[in-house]
């Protein structure tokens, strides 16, 4: 079956050889598709490739120290195994998303033969937390660790974009005998955790909580994130980055996160062990990359990458160039350190 872009997306835009990705699905009926666990608005969403992901995302039982009966937690989980690469990729999300962030690279990763993992940070994306466990950096992190030494037990390249690069960092500092290789994507490692948000009253947080949701301002960061992006395209893509918070436990999980204080990985960085690929879009409006060639500096055994004509998360605007990337530095076999930026075009 091959998958198309919907009307908007035209031979300028940024998707030209994508467009030729063959990907083999089932035909199934809309109405039987999706996971059932799925809020009824996945069936508004009009990208094809978000969904086809989305009907790929399962839930896997995690047993945590913290929750009495095990995590039923969403995840994409590869086809099959990939013998020939020993460390599969896993790939984790940005703050407040889920693994559609993945929908353009995941099925780009599979198609270039790697065993590929796509997992939803505790608190956030598609899991069962309708008995509500604590959604704490320590819980986020320990919820992982379990997950993957329940079905992935080898070591991994974890991929981290945005925020999800502070829990690749702080995961990788804390279980590096989990972690072979690290792919950090536009790095948002500096901020002081979630700063003042941390002091709010509750009530306030959870009004701050339901602004966080609402379509105009997903809407706004999808303009602040993407360059030359259509207001169709922007509207679906809303939509998808959404998706998770119409679950009913979403607004707590999210509250508890604010108020626990968030990540603050910016001392464990130079504790990094493992070899780094820094990836950072050239016309980044969030953070900008300064920020990347910092990050850069302070790693001990990392090398950069710049994608031009891009922004704050290349995997979604330029999926070919960021699978280039990474499946170059995956099949590197020697470290290479203190490398200039280079551009990827």
């Known amino acids: 079956m091959l998958l198309t872009f919907p009307p908007h997306f035209t031979s300028q835009t940024r998707f030209p050889s994508i467009l030729k990705l063959k990907v083999k699905l089932k035909v199934l009926s809309q109405a039987d598709a999706f996971p059932s666990f799925l809020p009824q608005d996945v069936h508004r969403i009009k990208d094809p490739l978000a969904r086809s992901l989305a009907m790929r995302i399962q839930r896997l039982p995690v047993s945590v120290r913290f929750s009495e009966n095990p995590i039923m937690s969403s995840c994409v989980k590869p086809m099959m195994q990939n013998k020939e690469n020993p460390n599969p990729i896993v790939l984790l999300h940005g703050f407040d998303s889920s693994c559609l962030e993945w929908r353009y690279t995941y099925p780009l990763l599979e198609e270039a033969g790697f065993e590929t993992w796509a997992i939803d940070i505790l608190g956030w994306g598609f899991s069962d937390l309708e ?73 306030a947080a959870y009004a701050g909580v339901y602004v966080l949701k609402s379509v105009p301002l997903r ?110 530095f995956v099949q590197s076999k020697t470290k290479t350190q203190n490398e200039c930026v280079s551009p990827v075009l």
């Open 219 to 328: 809407l706004y960061a999808n303009y602040l994130s993407f360059t030359n992006i259509s207001f169709d395209t922007a509207f679906d893509w809303t939509n998808v980055g959404r998706l998770h918070c119409l679950l009913p436990w979403w607004e707590d999980a999210t509250v508890n996160f604010m108020t626990s204080g968030g990540y603050n990985v910016a001392s464990q960085i130079e504790k990094v062990k493992q070899n780094t690929l820094i990836i950072w879009g050239e016309n980044d409006r969030i953070i900008s990359n300064k920020l990347g060639v910092q990050l850069h500096c302070q790693l001990p055994d990392a090398i950069i990458r710049q994608i031009p004509d891009c922004g704050h998360i290349p995997h979604v605007e330029r999926p070919e160039s960021v699978v280039k990337l990474i499946a170059e």
């Open 131 to 203: 008995k509500l466990p604590s959604c704490d950096v320590v819980s986020k992190r320990d919820h992982f660790y379990q997950f993957w030494q329940s079905y992935i037990k080898r070591p991994m390249i974890l991929v981290g974009p945005s925020l999800g690069s502070a829990v690749a960092i702080d995961f990788a500092v804390n279980y590096p005998e989990a972690v072979e290789k690290l792919v950090l994507i536009d790095a948002s490692v500096y901020s002081e955790g979630t700063g003042n948000l941390a002091t709010l009253p509750r009530a």
